[in-house]
């Protein structure tokens, strides 16, 4: 198989001190203490209690943002967003056109909480009008999400941001925090317009379109808090009698689901890491440049030399904040959001689970009791349906979600390797001109001493 | 680096290996330490092609002896400075061991540089104790002692004094002591900050590496993207590891600057003995003087000027003339002496000024080509670092969007 022969081909152990494939650059020893500081880097990166970045969402400075047409930034008026490429696989034109913006901070005697603004545009016949603007917050998002996974339970719901920093946090609202936060509510949200079946969820509807009194006179009715607690319950006692008859495909999804939740978590603290390492070398440098001026001052001679040295540090140490802003753009969101799903797919599958176990202890009830069996047949034969339709749709949403899959992450790293081409570039463009400039001017002194 | 000199011909230097050794010490205690081949080559006019003349052995003490006697016997010289006894500047992946390999390897670099600057200095190379060193392996210790050069160094306590009670030092020797200060802080400054950035720049590079192990696995449970994923992550691999090289290089760069400030303790040096020699002056002139005084106070009667003698004729009464006569004319030899003493000082000082402003013009051409030199490696360094950045990431996107 595929998948097995490129296991025997991945590297076994951890980072080598020398070079990848043994080809070791320089007739050096490897520093005695390089091989254990690598490994402690890899140590820390995996160590899920030291790690002070294990819970705490990527901060950003919003200030860094580069504008780009693959983020769910900025205000892009929804008819403006008809002009950005679809990031999804969606045939035909979009009818449905989202965006969320406007934190705004509320404060009642009992609490403080902020609203987004959320406004949809639309072609659609079932909307009563083209477009909509309401407040939300994130406790509506909750509850949509809730209903959602209510009504589709073997569909992948897109996940939402996390509730509220564990660690690291001093206060609930920072800037970053909201920002961080608005733009995963406007890709959720999205996510949602693009889901074949979500689109045309009627709470979803309700949700973008209901003034607030209408929404919480709407969250009222529904299965009430107990049913869902019934549920809940259900399932915890189905998962853990656990699932004897799981299809072989199935299986797959889970062992892929769980191998794939652990790499991207992986990732996930990697690329922190690389962000706050790039952010301490930015730091450094920028104390790195300003030295040398102060040199100027006492060098008669190497003046211009050292000045354009430090301009060259100046302008690497710009391209570096860049670069930085740029990982933080492209790849930690897209990263992170994936880190969500894949708590979302275990959640999928535990209730793709639950339903077929519904349908298995009935059968096995049939099986030792012959009593009472009048109804089963019928009942089983509901069960089978809904059973047969749980695994049909999560088996089509989870080809869709691969496929989504695959394409975010590629764009995702093929943005950080264009950013750090990028960065490369500036950077020898800089250090190139500086070296012109020092051997023209030789060129010209030598020129100047000839008679 | 050839150059002539006691040879007659052109030589060659070269500080080409590095040993570890056992022996005993001076207490008689076992150490380990490294010893340094000195080969020593003539080239051949004729033909360019160089024979071995020389080699042997030293270690880093017998270094700093040859130093230390340059320093006595040529204190007008600015005397290239040796490289460092134990490792400063370390970033945290650097040791600090003065055994470790990389550590060894660099000073041997530094001590052929030493040994270099010597022989290319149109004074120095001419000194016999060097051409010593580098040919008489056995008993070049007792032979550098027998010339009594620790006898004729100045006290440091004289020198700290001379330094604070020097009156009219030559003003480009004071401006000469400001600039070494400065150069020294700057340059510390300098590495400190250069080694931190190496620090974090380490950092940047190895945690890719992470991604190269993370991505193999990945790549093992995916069809369409598997192989995109497994060499993308061999090029993370190829990126983390790439910075060793580059790290190393810069070493040597950090390196160039260190000299330089090391260099700035050895023009302090001239410094001192340039404010020692004036002081020197000025206090014998002072003396004279005072001499001077003295004798015509005598001579005339007038007592203005202290003296014992002064004081004890007044109370147990005046002195004969015939007294008076012999002091005057002790005073008149001294006078005489001390007259002649200043010449010789006076004449001494200006020399000393002359050459050691020679010699500090010398070095400031030196300094001044060889840190240009050395910042404009360092661009070449970042450039081929950037070349290196821009090949590994085209590889990995390459490798991405196959995915």
Known sequence: ?451 | MTHNNFWLKKIEISVSEAEKRTGRNAMNMQETYTAYLIETRSVEHTDGQSVLTDSLWRRYSEFELLRNYLLVYYPHIVVPPLPEKRAEFVWHKLSADNMDPDFVERRRIGLENFLLRIASHPILCRDKIFYLFLTQEGNWKETVNETGFQLKADSRLKALNATFRVKNPDKRFTDLKHYSDELQSVISHLLRVRARVADRLYGVYKVHGNYGRVFSEWSAIEKEMGDGLQSAGHHMDVYASSIDDILEDEEHYADQLKEYLFYAEALRAVCRKHELMQYDLEMAAQDLASKKQQCEELATGTVRTFSLKGMTTKLFGQETPEQREARIKVLEEQINEGEQQLKSKNLEGREFVKNAWADIERFKEQKNRDLKEALISYAVMQISMCKKGIQVWTNAKECFNKM
């Not at chain 1, 564990?166 to 406007?186: P, Q, S, Y």
């Not at chain 1, 919480?216 to 808090?225: D, E, I």
């Open chain 1, 1 to 451: 198989m595929e998948g097995e022969r490129r296991a025997s081909q991945a590297r076994s152990s951890g980072l080598p001190a020398g070079g990848a494939d043994g080809d070791s650059p320089g007739g050096s020893a490897p520093f005695p203490g390089s091989s254990g500081s690598s490994a402690l880097l890899q140590a820390e990166v995996l160590d899920l209690d030291e790690d002070e970045d294990d819970l705490e969402v990527f901060s950003k400075d919003a200030s860094l943002m580069d504008m780009n047409s693959f983020s769910p930034m900025m205000p892009t008026s929804p008819l403006s967003m008809i002009n950005q490429i679809k990031f999804e696989d969606e045939p035909d034109l979009k009818d449905l056109f989202i965006t969320v913006d406007e934190p705004e901070s509320h404060v009642t005697t009992i609490e403080t909480f902020i609203t987004y603004r959320i406004i949809t545009k639309t072609s659609r016949g079932e909307f009563d009008s083209s477009e909509f603007e309401v407040r939300r917050r994130y406790q509506d998002f909750l509850w949509l999400k809730g209903k959602l996974e209510e009504a589709h339970p073997t569909l992948i719901i897109p996940p939402l941001p996390e509730k509220f920093i564990v660690k690291g946090m001093v206060e609930r609202f920072n800037d970053d925090f909201i920002e961080t936060r608005r733009k995963a509510l406007h890709k959720f949200l999205n996510r949602i317009a693009d889901h074949p079946t979500l689109t045309f969820n009627e709470d979803f509807k309700i949700f973008l379109t209901a003034q607030a009194w209408e929404l919480s006179s709407h969250k009222k009715q529904g299965p009430g808090l107990l049913s869902r607690m019934g549920q809940t319950v259900r399932a915890v006692a189905s998962s853990m009698r656990g699932v004897k008859n799981r299809p072989e495909e199935f299986m797959e999804m889970n062992n892929f689901i769980e191998l794939f939740s652990q790499k991207i978590n992986l990732i996930d603290k990697i690329s922190q890491r690389i962000y706050k390492e790039e952010r301490e070398y930015f730091d450094e440098m920028k104390e790195y440049g300003p030295i040398h001026i102060l040199w100027s001052a006492s060098e008669e001679d190497l003046v211009d030399t050292l000045k354009d040295v430090a301009s060259c540090i100046d302008r690497c140490c710009k391209a570096t904040e860049k670069r930085m802003s740029g990982l933080s753009e492209a790849l930690l969101p897209v990263v992170h959001e994936y880190v969500l799903y894949s708590e979302m797919l275990m959640g999928v599958m535990k209730r793709r689970d639950q339903i077929q176990a519904e349908l298995d202890s009935k059968v096995e009830a049939l099986t030792y009791k012959k009593t009472d069996t009048d109804l089963f047949p019928e009942e089983i034969g509901k069960l089978e349906d809904k059973v047969e339709c749980a695994n049909n749709a999560l088996k089509a949403d989870w080809e869709r979600w691969k496929q989504n899959m695959q394409n975010d992450i590629k764009l995702a790293f093929t943005d950080m390797a264009e950013e750090n081409i990028h960065y490369y570039e500036q950077c020898l463009a800089t250090w190139e001109s500086f070296l012109t400039s020092q051997t023209n001017l030789h060129l010209e002194e030598t020129s100047e001493d000839k008679p």
